[in-house]
């Protein structure tokens, strides 16, 4: 299992569970110093992922891109991919389409959390699922094209209704034949849906494609209460290779979340 680290270059999300709010260059160069084997961006486009600048930072400062995340479509035009408007829907399809192009570009997989969408108003709930599957075929073929894989990131209660639980997600993957796509486990939201969190990976098995090591409060893993010995025990039965990755609140400061961050990460996986 590998290491990462989240920088946000969302201005309208500074105040979320990012890590690295200052720019690309200051956050690959933490990470770097801090020993994290890789970054997880989060850009406001694709366009905006700049892709040859980060290419270089990467290379320069030894890193990996461990994936990238599709959410500013929802932070900042309120796009998603159940939307009641087609023209939104479209909207929300190319603009993951164009960051799954620029991450595999970067050979990295794209995250589809937040613009998954959800249902309400004149999207009954089966409808906003039926929309979901479309487009995760669409979008996971895209990825398939750079060799990547599309992470699919079920959500707690609070952000959407259409899958909470891990186990209700891979059953709805395998059901409609979604073979490129992989589970994002983000064990915050894991603490809120599941009864046991080892047990449900162990479930999921092969379908666990990335982990956010969150702590219970959002902040980092040592800092709530979540025991992560199972969990990691779990991962290793499963063989996952992949990333954990600090998607957590920057508290009490970006380098301390950091810092506990990856000498958890050592302190669990080592040995």
């Not at 690959?28 to 084997?37: P, W």
Request: proline share 4%; with cysteine.
């Amino acid at each position: 299992m590998k290491s990462a680290v989240t920088i946000c270059l969302v201005p309208e999300a500074r105040q979320g569970p990012f890590v690295f709010h200052d720019g690309l260059e200051a956050g690959c160069r933490a990470a770097a110093e801090l020993g994290f084997d890789a970054v997880e961006v989060f850009p406001e486009s694709a366009e905006g992922l700049a892709a040859v600048e980060l290419g270089r930072l990467l290379a320069g400062c030894s890193l990996g891109l461990a994936a990238v995340g599709t959410g500013a479509g929802w932070v900042k035009h309120r796009w998603h991919l159940c939307h009641a408007d087609a023209d939104v829907r479209a909207r929300a399809c190319s603009f993951i389409g164009a960051v799954v192009d620029a991450a595999g570009g970067l050979g990295a997989p794209a995250i589809i959390g937040s613009m998954q969408g959800s249902s309400g108003g004149d999207v009954p709930r089966d409808t906003a699922r039926e929309r979901l599957a479309e487009s995760l075929h669409a979008l996971s073929a895209r990825a398939a094209r750079h060799g990547q894989v599309l992470l699919y990131e079920p959500l707690n209660r609070y952000e959407t209704d259409l899958f909470n639980r891990q186990a209700d997600a891979a059953a709805f993957l395998r059901d409609r034949g979604l073979a490129n796509v992989k589970l994002l486990c983000d064990l915050f939201h894991m603490n809120i849906e599941e009864a046991d969190a080892a047990a449900t990976i162990t479930a999921c098995g092969d379908l666990v494609g990335h982990v956010h090591w969150a702590d219970s409060n959002r902040r980092a893993m040592g800092l709530g209460h979540t025991d992560p010995r199972p969990i990691v025990r779990a991962l290793r039965a499963g063989c996952f290779e992949g990333y954990l990755s600090a998607e957590v609140f920057p508290l009490p400061t970006a380098h301390d979340a950091a810092r506990t961050t990856v000498e958890s990460i050592r302190t669990f996986t080592t040995g």
